[in-house]
């Protein structure tokens, strides 16, 4: 069963694995860059911030800002500016999520390495999309809120979403897996016996300035990306 935390459990600043700095992007303007090789399974971002409602989020009447949808109909506002808001998109990333607010390498990155994260692991906007030239030979081109019903997208980072995701696919899939009920209201029985037993189964720039690094704990958001266009906007 699906958990969602209480309010008050969720970091006020974001978390960035000291290992990664921002450099120079050849995908969108500035990005998460590993100083040193990062193991799978290592964590690289954990969001912190406000959490908040569908409700309560327009209310704000924020331009710019850096949010990640937790759960159905709740959100986490990353305090910003933070280095983590850098980090950019990849049809083919090397992270995805842990938990609602935690991601982690999925493979081995070397140093050197640019560390991405598929937008689709924690974004369902259905009224969402944004371009991409991730350069990946999987890149969709157009990235939207409705990939994480892709069967590629979610053979390729399964278990790995957001857990209100996981649960999203797990029940579509639950759906596919039940063949429909056949219609017997018109079946004529003879009278003699009863009627058989059924067997019927019911883009913004990144806000961090180019000589920010990141090398220890930052104290001071994801659907994906900084302010606008960034690693962790849409809701």
Request: proline share 11%; net charge negative; hydrophobic share 30%.
């Amino acid at each position: 069963m699906r958990t969602t935390r209480a309010h008050n459990d969720y970091r006020e600043t974001t978390w960035l694995n000291p290992k990664v700095e921002v450099r120079d992007s050849t995908i969108e303007g500035r990005g998460l860059f590993a100083l040193q090789d990062i193991e799978p399974g290592e964590m690289i971002i954990i969001m912190g911030g406000r959490v908040l409602t569908d409700d309560e989020f327009p209310a704000l009447r924020l331009e710019k800002y850096s949010s990640a949808a937790i759960d159905e109909g709740l959100n986490i506002l990353l305090d910003t500016p933070n280095p983590a808001e850098c980090g950019n998109h990849s049809c083919d990333a090397n992270t995805w999520m842990r938990d609602e607010v935690t991601t982690e390498a999925m493979r081995l990155i070397p140093a050197g390495g640019e560390l991405t994260i598929d937008y689709a692991t924690h974004t369902g906007t259905p009224d969402w999309s944004m371009p991409c030239n991730c350069g990946s030979t999987l890149c969709r081109h157009t990235v939207t809120g409705n990939d994480w019903r892709r069967a590629d997208v979610q053979e390729r980072y399964r278990g790995h979403f957001s857990p209100f995701l996981n649960a999203r696919i797990e029940q579509l899939r639950g759906r596919a897996a039940t063949p429909p009920m056949t219609d017997t209201s018109n079946i004529q029985h003879p009278t003699s016996s009863p009627p058989p037993i059924s067997n019927l189964r019911p883009p913004t720039p990144c806000p961090w300035p180019a000589s920010a690094s990141s090398t220890s704990r930052w104290s001071g958001p994801a659907p994906p990306a900084r302010a606008c266009s960034p690693t962790w906007a849409p809701r």
